[in-house]
Every structure is written in C-alpha cells, then in structure tokens.
C-alpha cells in the first residue's frame, strides 16, 4: 500500500486542527476579557512564536521520528481537545487566568510546531525535496483555508468551543492512531503506542458527548444564582439566572438586567425621548432584543410603527424559550405594530431608507470593536440621515462613575456627529450609577413630564435626573471613531478591575 497519499491527508488534517486550536484560543479569550483585537493579536503572537520554538525542537530529534510523530499527536489531541473547557473552567475559578491561557496557547503552539517538521523528514524517503515542500505546503494551506471557513459558519454556530476543541482533538488523536498503523515499520512497542491512542479517543469522545457539563461547572463557579436556561448563538453565549428576587440576563457573562429593578433602567431609557419629541409616530429601537424597552414604547400614546434591529436572532426570539421574559416584557414581540429585523445595526442604516421620530439605542457595552463601531461618529452621522429634522434620540453610555471617562467620550461623539446633547444618569441598584443620553440634531429642551403611573419615573424624578453630580462630571476625552476606537480603550481601562463575568454590570460570541 502507497502510504504516501494517507499522511498528505494527515498534512491537511492537522493543518486544520492547529488553526481552530488557535482560533478558540483568540475567539475564547475576545469572549471573556473583550477588546477582540487585542486578544487575537496577543494569543496569535505567542501561538506563531511557539509553533518555531516546536520547529526549532524538532532539529533535535534525531531518531524515532515515527513515535515522536505519534507522541506529539495524541499532546495535541489531549492539550488542544481541552483547551476551551480548561480555558473557561481556569477563567472561572483563578485569579491568574492571563497565565493559564498564554502557557495553554504557547504549548499547544509548541507540540504543533513540531507535527509538520517531522511528518516531513517522514515522507523524504517517498518524495524529492522539492515535491516534498511543495505539496506539504500546499496542503498546510488549503488546511489553514478550510479551518478559517468552517470556524465561524460551522463550528461555534453548530457545535460552541468546547465541542469544537474535543473535536478536533478527536482528529488529532485519530491521526496518531492511524499513524500506528501507517508509519508501523519504524516503530517499536506499537501495541502500547496503540493503547494509548484509543484511550485517549475514548476520553474525548465520551467528554465530548458529556461536554455541556464542562459548561455547567464553569457557570456554577461564574453565576452566584442558578443558571435556569442557557444556549449559545453564533454571536454570544446567553444565559439566564434565577434568584429569590427575580431573574437575570447574561450575556458572554455580562449582565444585561435583573428583573427586580430593569423597569428604573427601561423607563429611563424609553421616557425621555419619548417625552421630549412632538412626534412619536416612528420609533426605532436599536439593541434591545429583550423587548423590556420595546414595552415601554408600546405602552405610550400616539406609537404607530416600532422597528426593531438587533443582530442576534436568539436574542429576538428569548421570549419564547424563556416565557418569564415573554411575562416581562408584556408579549411586546407580538405587537402588531412591531417589526423585527435581525441585522447589524450600521449595515441596516446604510441600507434602510426610512426616517423616525424616536431612536433608542440599547446596545451592549463598548467592551469590544465590534461593539466600539456602533458609537462611533461615523455611526451616529449615518443614524442622524435616519431621524427626522426634530427628532429625539437616547443612548445607554454605561456608567459615568465607573467608567466616567468612557460616558464622556460617548457624549462628546454624540456632539462631533452634530447632535445636541443633555446627558443624564440614573441608579439601578443591579447596576450602581448608569448613565443615559438625550439628543437632537437641532436645539431641544429637556423634558419636563412623563405619564401617570410608571414604577420610576414622575415629573420631579425625571427633572433630577439631568443633574449632574461634580463626581460625574464632564470630562475631555477624545471623539470616537472607527479608525481609533478611543471608547474601547477608554472603557477597557476603567473596568480592568471587574471585567470577570458576573461581577461587574458592563459588557454585552458562544461555549
């Protein structure tokens, strides 16, 4: 048998396995300490650099280049196979967990290093050099292609990263075994080497059908209530808790509100805008996929047309895989006067032709680009072509005392983009202090009144609110925009020292 063709497949295979490693390891660590960049960058460097240290290792093996070959494969399937669960249980449970994931990346980064050089000192004896390198590069590459595309359509979308990673570590491990096989000339002690390799499958495989109680464990340690549902989108891991007082809403460990107390953060989201415009005919709500705010809306006089955009399908439709929310937000999804879009909110405004009364903008945290983009100028002057001449705008700018500067760099964008602005602030105890914006593209008056029989707000309760204590002062910041991404940094930098999961109410892809 021409064994030849067999270990070009494990070229490619391999290929493949070394990129999701790296992939989880980047996507893992964007999801759980944000600023996306900065972890892909860093986790890419120190996984390339280790991949030549395992390069540079493998000129020291000068014997046994089968078994080294075998032996590294089944460290791989094991160390990758484990990396997500590892990763989140470390992040879960130690205060150290930048050193777990960097020494994690660097030695699966290592034992990769080492798979192609010896596979290909392997397949010398079958091929001229020359023919060699060409076609083991060619389907390195086309194996770096196939993990790229299947990562993001495919694996976090159908499988989350913990069962992404044992899959893969499945493969690796498959290799290793086949290879006993395929490479059983050069061996020695092949029996056990074969052992081994279906050990290892079998604790893969069964951690993999048993992979969601990798997720509990980590949740268990993340969450201080029990988690009473939870499911991963391909845009971020959503969960739901339930404690004596109510429920909460996490997203990628971030909570998003208690309903003990969202109605002071809902009512002072909805009520300002909707108090101070003439018109309230057409509402745009961006974010919000909840539907808490979308209640308030709807629950207010002379709404004709509610359109809301938010990304997330699974976040649009919570409601009914989670009736306590449907309860919540009063069944507003049902509404018929709503509409539902689950696009991404700046390609949605480039595309949509329509102009509104009202904007509410209830996105998630700037702890990431992704999310940075979408308080950018460059956001805002696109949204402001979307709003009629004397339209009234509010936008949720996280906390101006826990993080005053990132408020004031919002407001300060909100004004480059040409709005005039009112900031104002409100306490939710889940929260702590949360800051708010009002805006216009033409001069406006703060509101005065709101209606009879809201939970929070009443006449003298909203006038407050747009007083700004000196600890909240303004500060000078720079404007935000999509070539800087100043808010990001901003925001990042105050909320260092809280940004684990369940500890902080800041922040907005999947387990």
């Known amino acids: 048998m021409n064994r030849t063709p067999l270990l070009f497949l494990n070229v490619l295979i391999i290929a493949t396995c070394g990129l999701v490693y790296e992939l989880i390891a980047g996507t893992l660590a964007s999801y759980v300490l944000g600023d996306s960049v900065t ?56 205060s150290w967990f930048h050193v777990a994931l960097y020494g994690i990346v660097f030695a699966i980064g290592t034992l990769v290093g080492l798979e192609l050089p010896l596979l290909m000192r392997i397949l010398k004896k079958d091929l001229d050099f020359e023919d060699l390198v060409a076609r083991v590069l060619a389907f390195d590459y086309i194996g770096a292609l196939a993990a790229s595309l299947l990562f993001p359509i495919l694996l976090v979308p159908r499988l989350g990263l913990v069962r992404t990673s044992l899959m893969f570590g499945l493969l690796n491990a498959a290799v290793g ?15 056990w080497l074969r052992a081994r390799g279906v050990l290892v499958l079998v604790l893969l495989s069964a951690c993999f059908i048993k992979a969601d109680i990798f997720t509990t464990l980590a949740e268990d340690d993340l969450y201080s209530d029990p988690v009473v549902y939870s499911t991963t989108s391909p845009y971020q891991r959503i969960v739901m808790t339930r404690s004596d007082a ?68 699974a976040m649009t439709n919570l409601s009914e895989q989670f009736p306590p929310l449907a309860e919540l937000n009063r069944h507003a999804f049902e509404d018929p006067r709503v509409t539902t879009v689950n696009r991404d909110a700046m390609i949605w405004l480039e595309e949509n032709p329509g102009r509104f009364d009202i904007v509410l903008i209830d ?32 936008v949720q700018c996280t906390s101006p005392l826990f993080s005053r500067t990132a408020y004031w760099c ?78 990001v940094r901003y925001y990042e930098l105050a909320w260092w020292e809280d940004a684990r999961p369940g500890k902080a109410a800041s922040g907005s892809t999947a387990w």
Not at 40 to 54: N, P, Q, R
Not at 253 to 274: C, I, K, T, V, W
Not at 444 to 468: T, W
Request: proline fraction near 6%; charged fraction near 15%; charge should be negative.
């Open 246 to 313: 109510g429920f909460q809403l996490y997203l990628n460990g971030a909570l998003q509100f208690n309903s003990a107390d969202e109605y002071r953060y809902h009512e002072s989201l909805a009520h300002p805008p909707l108090a101070a415009s003439r018109s309230r005919k057409k509402v745009l709500i961006l974010g919000g996929g909840d539907g808490l705010a979308l209640r308030e809306v709807l629950a207010s006089d002379g709404v004709e047309q509610v359109t809301l955009v938010d990304l997330d399908p």
């Open 39 to 94: 972890q892909f960058s860093t986790c890419i460097g120190v996984y390339l650099s280790a991949m030549g240290v395992g390069a540079w290792l493998s000129g020291h093996i000068h014997r046994g280049e089968a078994r080294c070959f075998i032996e590294v494969e089944l460290g791989v399937a094991l160390l990758g196979g484990f990396s997500a669960p590892l990763l989140f249980l470390s992040f879960a449970r130690l």
């Open 177 to 191: 075994l086949w290879g006993t096989w395929l490479l059983e000339p050069q061996l020695r002690g092949v029996n």
């Open 410 to 487: 919002i407001i300060t964008t909100l004004r480059a983009a040409g709005f005039h602005v009112h900031p104002y602030h409100v306490a939710v105890p889940s929260f702590g202090i949360w800051g708010f914006a009002l805006a216009s593209p033409v001069p406006f008056d703060q509101p005065q009144q709101v209606p009879d029989g809201l939970r929070f707000l009443n006449d003298e309760v909203l006038q407050s609110l747009f007083v700004i204590p000196n600890d909240l002062g303004p500060l000078e910041t720079e404007v935000n925009r999509l070539d800087n991404q100043s808010l």
């Open 363 to 394: 996105f998630p945290d700037p702890n990431s680009f992704s999310l940075g983009k979408l308080y950018t100028r460059g956001f805002y002057r696109l949204l402001r072509r979307r709003m009629m001449d004397e339209a009234v705008l509010s």
